[in-house]
């Protein structure tokens, strides 16, 4: 009886509000990406030695420009997809459900975030770590009513036998894979998550040390020379792109001593540089002038970061223009080239990462709810995203040439083109071939079951215009006779 009760108050604190049982993860001190080492590339086997730590070198991915190309791109587009679960009948025919728990979950993990918010986490977590992972949050009864994304670098996942701190239980009921997920707070003790209470949406196959490869690893080396030439770039333009110059006294048999020497640059500085750059030079005597360094277009390197733009773009199967590479800019200028480019960035990297996340949020989250049976799916509905729609114009005309050929109805012609069908019977008249006449389905069987009845041809019975044809004729002559008179024409020059 004691417990009957106590159900009941715990379901009246779910009618009430909905209160969590389990809370939101604490992050406390954790706002910065550079608390956490591991947020760098991850020390993995197959890594083989080399002279120069590039992994080291390139340091946090976040703030290298070629991975904020690609992730700014693929976060501000999984937006675009709404969520949605996608209903089959028995029939076959799917009807979309946008207002389902499960639907509204992922549309508003919790009260602080919308998915526009936490697709572009995810997606740096996507391209950075290989994995995203959000934090279940159920209320007093059960039931999921919140996820939070936790990032990468503040959790790990653990299994028993790891030799990791805190221990995790040895128990027979406990998966020997992956039990728990750790939750690292910088000055806060790890807690321990079970595996059940964390949605891990993954880029590959977990390895030995139960994480997915990190999609920028083969391209640690191309990271490397990019960066290495943006600083080359930056300290030239550090110093106004001005080359240093070497001042010698034009005498050669004049010796200068370090006193000399040290008022002579302290003056030239003093008149170059600052406020006071670019005014006239009046020197008291003769000196040499001699520039050490490489001219402006020799220094010139886009052609040398064309190379890491194009391996990242490869790499990651990512169309060049989409990212607004210059390798893919110096390719593909035009309006129809841009648009084929950003329609295959969606088409080729958008909706495989749609895919792959739909599988895992029904294999993770649908038995969370009961309500979903075995044909209800959750889905990216991708109906209203502007670059896979078609062209307006084309649609109309297509589908105008389909309709006159009799291959479409007038309410199949409408709907194709975005408007309100009128429904049976008119609905129901097709245009028919050759004739083009509007016909009913009716009157089609009576026409295909009805001989053709036959018309005698009769000539015509019109009487010609001889007026009008006497004056045809003296056209042809006038045109007869100025063609004879432009063949002996000349151009006088």
Do not use: C
């Not at 969520?83 to 639907?103: F, M, Q, S, W, Y």
Request: negative net charge.
């Amino acid at each position: 009886m004691p417990e009957f009760l106590q159900r009941i108050q715990n379901a009246m604190q779910v009618l009430r509000g909905a209160k969590a049982a389990s809370p939101p993860p604490d992050f406390a001190q954790a706002n910065s990406y550079d608390n956490f080492a591991d947020y760098r590339f991850r020390w993995s086997h197959w890594n083989p030695p080399a002279t120069v730590d590039y992994k080291r070198e390139v340091g946090n991915l976040d703030g290298h420009s070629l991975v904020a190309a690609v992730f700014n791109y693929t976060g501000t587009r999984l937006p675009e997809a709404k969520p949605v679960i996608r209903r089959t009948n028995e029939d076959g025919d799917a009807k979309i459900d946008p207002n389902h728990a499960l639907a509204q979950l992922i549309r508003r993990p919790n009260k602080h975030h919308i998915w526009a918010n936490y697709s572009q986490a995810a997606s740096i977590d996507w391209w950075i770590d290989g994995g995203v992972r959000f934090k279940k949050v159920r209320d007093v009864g059960g039931q999921l009513i919140e996820l939070w994304h936790i990032p990468h670098y503040m959790m790990r996942p653990r299994w028993p036998g790891d030799n990791g701190s805190p221990e995790v239980p040895r128990e027979t009921s406990l998966d020997p894979f992956l039990s728990h997920y750790q939750f690292d707070v910088p000055g806060k003790a790890p807690v321990l998550w079970p595996a059940s209470d964390v949605l891990h949406l993954k880029r590959g196959p977990l390895g030995e040390d139960r994480r997915t490869r990190q999609p920028f690893a083969p391209l640690v080396k191309e990271l490397y020379g990019d960066d290495k030439m943006a600083q080359f770039t930056a300290a030239i333009m550090k110093n106004m792109g001005i080359q240093v110059p070497v001042i010698s006294p034009k005498d050669k048999e004049v010796r200068v001593d370090a006193t000399k020497a040290a008022a002579m640059k302290e003056g030239w500085m003093r008149k170059t540089t600052g406020d006071r750059a670019g005014e006239p030079i009046v020197l008291s005597e003769p000196i040499d002038f001699e520039k050490v360094g490489f001219s402006p277009k020799e220094l010139d390197l886009s052609a040398l970061r064309l190379i890491p733009e194009s391996r990242v773009a490869a790499v990651l199967q990512i169309p060049a223009p989409t990212l607004g590479l210059l390798v893919g800019l110096q390719n593909g200028t035009s309006y129809a080239s841009s648009e084929q480019a950003r329609q295959q960035g969606y088409e080729e990297v958008i909706i495989p990462i749609q895919s792959v996340w739909e599988e895992e949020i029904n294999w993770q989250l649908k038995p969370e709810f009961k309500d979903l049976g075995e044909d209800d799916q959750f889905w990216f509905d991708t109906s209203n995203v502007r670059v896979l729609e078609e062209d307006k114009d084309a649609l109309v005309k297509r589908e105008a040439e389909v309709f006159r050929a009799g291959g479409t109805t007038i309410d199949q012609f409408f709907t194709a083109i975005g408007k309100k069908p009128l429904g049976a019977p008119l609905g129901d008249i097709r245009m028919v071939p050759g004739i083009a006449s509007p016909m009913s389905p009716e009157r089609l069987i009576d026409m295909a079951t009805k001989p053709p009845e036959e018309t005698p041809l009769t000539a015509p019975t019109a009487p010609v215009d001889q007026e009008a044809l006497a004056k045809l004729l003296d056209i042809e002559r006038l045109f007869e006779g100025l063609e004879r008179q432009m063949k002996d024409f000349q151009v006088q020059k």
